[in-house]
């Protein structure tokens, strides 16, 4: 009789990592959400989880990504720059992304309160100066986010941010090859996947051209 736990090696029973949560590819934010966001985040003066949150839009990077930039990354020069490179944890790859104006100055702001230089990570951690954020809690950042906006946190993870700037992109110009550079995929297939799209997508756009 199936109980709902597994058994390890040594007999005992174990609770599955996923009992009890929803598990698949987390949605994009909505963009009344994401200004929604930054709304609250700048009425508290959340200096660092502003410039945290509007990076992790524009550069579409992985978690592993996001919390392990350097100052020297997006602000060689101690200002933050238009476009930034990377090299990928996951693939080894470099990416490149844009940095919008309100990030920009977002992340210089944060700069100016903190004084961090080139040399230290970007978003440093609660293990000192010279440890970033982890990933586990970037991730508890984005559930406080999303939540203080009305929405589920079960339903949300910090893949929501980075497909958010990438599905609008794809909805407004049906260019999966460009997603698929923003996004570092090597393979088409894997930003289909996902960007979840379908049938149905590919005819909305289709039938938005006359011939």
């Known amino acids: 009789m199936s109980t709902g736990q597994s058994v390890n090696a040594s007999g005992a029973s174990r609770r599955p990592w996923n009992k009890g949560k929803l598990v698949g590819p987390k949605p994009p934010l909505q963009p009344k959400h994401v200004w929604a966001i930054r709304t609250r ?48 944890r996951k693939t080894g790859r ?58 589920d946190a079960s339903l949300f993870g910090t893949h929501s941010l980075r497909r958010t700037k990438a599905t609008l992109i794809y909805r407004k110009t049906g260019n999966l090859r460009a997603v698929q550079l923003l996004l570092g995929h090597t393979k088409i297939e894997s930003t289909v996947r996902y960007l979840g799209v379908e049938v149905d997508d590919a005819l909305a756009i289709s039938e938005q051209v006359d011939i």
């Open 41 to 88: 985040l700048q009425l508290q003066r959340r200096t660092r989880d502003l410039a945290l949150f509007n990076l992790a839009i524009d550069s579409k990077l992985r978690g592993c990504d996001v919390v392990a930039l350097k100052v020297e990354d997006v602000a060689p020069h101690g200002y933050a720059v238009e476009r930034a490179t990377v090299r990928q």
């Open 94 to 151: 470099p990416v490149r992304f844009e940095i919008t104006e309100q990030t920009r100055q977002s992340v210089d702001e944060y700069l100016r309160v903190t004084q961090r230089k080139p040399g230290y990570f970007l978003f440093g951690g609660r293990r000192g100066e010279e440890r970033s954020l982890t990933t586990r809690q970037y991730a508890r950042l984005v559930s406080t986010w999303v939540a203080m906006v009305g929405l």
